[in-house]
C-alpha cells in the first residue's frame, strides 16, 4: 500500500471533516490530563523508582512495589478510570471509522463504547494480557502479537455482534503477512512523535496517526481493485 496515498486521506479528513478531529482529540487528551492529575491527588501509586539505585546502576532495585501505599479508595479510582479510558479509546476508534467514511460523526462517538455492553473493556483486557504473555517470552513475540490484534478494536465496531475472541481471531488473520507492513507505516510517523511530547502537537498528532490507519484498516477489509466488480456479498478474504 502507497503509505503517502493513506496519510494524504488522513491530512484531508483533519482539513475538511466537522467537527474536526483535533477538537475531538483535545477531548480525549484533557480527559487523559484529568485523571493523570486525579491520581496524583489522591495518592496510592504503589510502583515506585529508585533514583540512587539506578545512578548506582543497581538495575534490580530501580523498580519496586510499596504495599503500604496502596489504599482501596485510590485502586477504586485507579480502576475506573482504566474502564472509563478503555470506553473512550474504543469510542475514538469509532469515531475515526465514521469519518473516514463520510458518516454521521461527532463528539457523541465517544460514549458509543458504551452501546457495545462489555465488549469494549473484555476486549481491551484480553488483547493486554494476551500481548503481555507474549512479552514474558521475548520483547519480539509480544511486538508480533501487538501487531496481529491491532485491528481487533475496529473489527469490534463494525461486528458489534462479534464476541472479544472473536474479533481478536480476526484480526490475527487478517494481519497475516501485512504485520511488517503496518509497522514501517507507523514507524514513519517517528519524527511526529517526537514532537507530540509538546501537548499542542500531540492534539494535530494523534489523530493524524489514527486516521492513517483508519485508512490503512479500510484497505485491508475493502476489495481489491480485481474484486472492484465482484458482488458486494461476497465474504472478505479472511472469513473463508
Known sequence: ?????????????????RPNPCLITLAVLTYGWLVTWITQRIG??????????????????????????????SGFFQFAFEVLSAYLAFGYTKYGLNASRAEKNGFGDLLSGFE?????????LLTRLVT????????????????GY?????????????SPIRCMRES?????????EL???ELSFIGWILLSVIPAVSVFVKPYISLTETAYYLRLTGPSEEES??????????EY
Not at 500500500?1 to 471533516?17: E, F, G, P
Not at 457495545?116 to 481491551?124: K, N
Not at 475496529?154 to 455482534?161: A, E, M, N, S, V
Open 44 to 73: 496510592g501509586q504503589p510502583f515506585y523508582m529508585d533514583l540512587d539505585a539506578l545512578e548506582a546502576m543497581d538495575f534490580w532495585n530501580v523498580f519496586g512495589f510499596d504495599w503500604g501505599n496502596v489504599s482501596v479508595v
Open 229 to 238: 466488480h465482484a458482488s458486494s456479498n461476497e465474504k472478505p478474504p479472511w
Open 1 to 17: 500500500m502507497d503509505r503517502r496515498v493513506l496519510k494524504n486521506q488522513a491530512l484531508a479528513l483533519i482539513q475538511t471533516s
Open 183 to 185: 509497522f514501517v507505516l
Open 116 to 124: 457495545y455492553s462489555y465488549r469494549p473493556v473484555v476486549l481491551w
Open 172 to 180: 490475527r488473520m487478517m494481519m497475516k503477512g501485512h504485520k511488517w
Open 150 to 162: 491491532s485491528m481487533a478494536s475496529r473489527l469490534q465496531c463494525d461486528h458489534p455482534d462479534w
Open 132 to 147: 503481555l504473555l507474549f512479552s514474558l517470552l521475548l520483547i519480539v513475540p509480544g511486538i508480533v502479537a501487538a501487531y
